[in-house]
């Protein structure tokens, strides 16, 4: 089996959870580098662009988290072999992904331009995606987002779900998925309650 190497930020989130917890669920060993927002600004010249995570496959770095995470679905049987069924689970990761990109682009501002542009995140687009994932979730049976089973898109969106509900965004309330979209709390839970993820968490409170 290939060596792997996953270099992310050390904290439970982000762009790079899902690809650990992939690799939790699909008992694929590798080696969780987390660095500190120092050591990234001291490295981050020599990633492919700039930015993590990264994950290293025998030595070879791979970029971008939704790329990471289907090269790892695969390898864990968490990644759809149907093409259209992959294609639902790419459309929600790239959502995600855009959705992100707009909350983690307000990050360096100054409080005032913060809580404005996060404010209206939270009455646009926000709210859109979040009904538009609540939709999607109900369209397809109310329990995963792709192949009526669990995939990457069920852990791309448990984590950035996590990041709402632990109320760590300053101006964007913490119920806002409760209140939005409740059905992607249910997911959340059930994500949350299952037996390789609450294993893959235990380790971090021994
Ligand atoms: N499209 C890339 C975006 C990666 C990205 O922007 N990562 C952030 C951290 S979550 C980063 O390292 N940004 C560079 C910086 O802020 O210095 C992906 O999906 O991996």
């Known amino acids: 089996m290939s060596k792997l190497k996953l270099t992310y930020f050390d904290f439970h989130g982000g762009r790079g ?3 650990r917890l992939i690799m939790a669920l699909g008992d694929i060993p590798f080696e969780d580098e987390r660095i500190s927002f120092e050591e990234h600004f001291d490295t981050l010249k020599n990633r ?6 990264v994950l290293e496959v025998d030595g070879r770095v791979i970029s971008q988290s939704n790329t990471i995470n289907r090269y790892l679905g695969k390898m864990a049987g ?6 259209l069924q992959a294609a639902l689970c790419d459309e929600v990761m790239a959502a995600v992904e855009d959705a992100t990109h707009m909350v983690v682009a307000t990050f360096q501002m ?3 331009e913060k809580k404005a542009t996060r404010e209206s995140l939270v009455a646009g687009p926000i709210t ?3 009904k538009r994932f609540e939709q999607y979730l109900k369209d397809r049976g109310g329990e995963y987002f792709a192949d009526n089973r669990l995939t990457i898109a069920d852990l791309k969106i448990y984590s950035w779900v996590g990041s709402f509900t632990s109320g760590m965004l300053d101006y964007v309330p913490a119920d806002i998925v409760n209140k939005t979209a409740p059905l992607l709390i ?10 390789k993820v609450v294993a893959y968490y235990s380790q971090f409170n021994a």
């Open 17 to 19: 959870e899902p690809a």
């Open 48 to 53: 492919p662009f700039e930015a993590v995570p």
């Open 78 to 83: 968490l990644y759809p072999q149907d093409a």
């Open 110 to 112: 100054e409080d005032e």
């Open 128 to 130: 859109v995606y979040l």
């Open 186 to 195: 249910e997911h959340y839970d059930r994500i949350h309650q299952h037996p």
